[in-house]
């Protein structure tokens, strides 16, 4: 499938997205009906697995799951073999890279509480809202978990598992990851 064929899909399923939208490979993308998907302007989503060569396990999943879910990608940014999967909302500023087989997910999955689970009970599902800064570099194989708020330029280390609020300029690392360094930005 062309990447012009499945921009006329986003069309028809209603996400938005901005000029230069570039393609490699075939993502997945979906939204329900109600949800927000809004992708800016000069967008790469690499799909394909030597579109990156770190190595690519996955397509790119970009999921608005329930109604009320939105997403925004700024513009200038590249997505990798991510997944982001928002029931509430998921927010990326502009110039931020998302490494290779990423995970930014604003929930759960699943209920915690055994009943609930067991009876699958949606509503029950723990989400909240993530915020990544503009000019992030989120490396390959991190988790950005539900709540994250990621300052403007911070730095992501590869296989982090992210949850929590973090300052501007700021290399955050391990599992559970902390701030490693502080980044000095010149004027």
Not at 78 to 97: D, M, P, V
Request: contains cysteine.
């Amino acid at each position: 499938m062309n990447s012009n064929w499945f921009k006329f899909l986003m069309k028809l399923m209603k996400v938005e997205y901005g000029k230069k939208l570039l393609l490699e490979g075939v993502p997945v993308i979906f939204k329900k009906s109600g949800a927000k998907l809004v992708v800016g302007e000069n967008v790469t989503i690499k799909s394909s697995f030597l579109s990156n060569l770190v190595g690519l396990y996955q397509r790119t999943i970009i999921i608005a799951r329930t109604p009320e879910a939105e997403i925004r990608i700024g513009d200038n940014v590249g997505i990798s073999g991510a997944t982001i999967y928002a029931r509430k909302s998921i927010t990326i500023g502009e110039n931020t890279l998302i490494g290779g087989n990423a995970k930014i997910l604003d929930n759960d999955f699943h209920p915690i509480e055994i009943e609930a689970r067991n009876a699958d009970v949606k509503e029950k599902i723990g989400t909240r809202p993530i915020m990544i800064g503009k000019n992030c570099f989120i490396g390959c194989n991190s988790l950005i978990l539900k709540g994250t708020v990621l300052g403007d330029g911070c730095v992501v280390g590869a296989g982090a598992v992210v949850s929590g609020k973090f300052e501007e300029n700021c290399v955050i690392a391990g599992n559970p990851a902390k701030v490693i360094k502080r980044l000095e930005i010149s004027k």
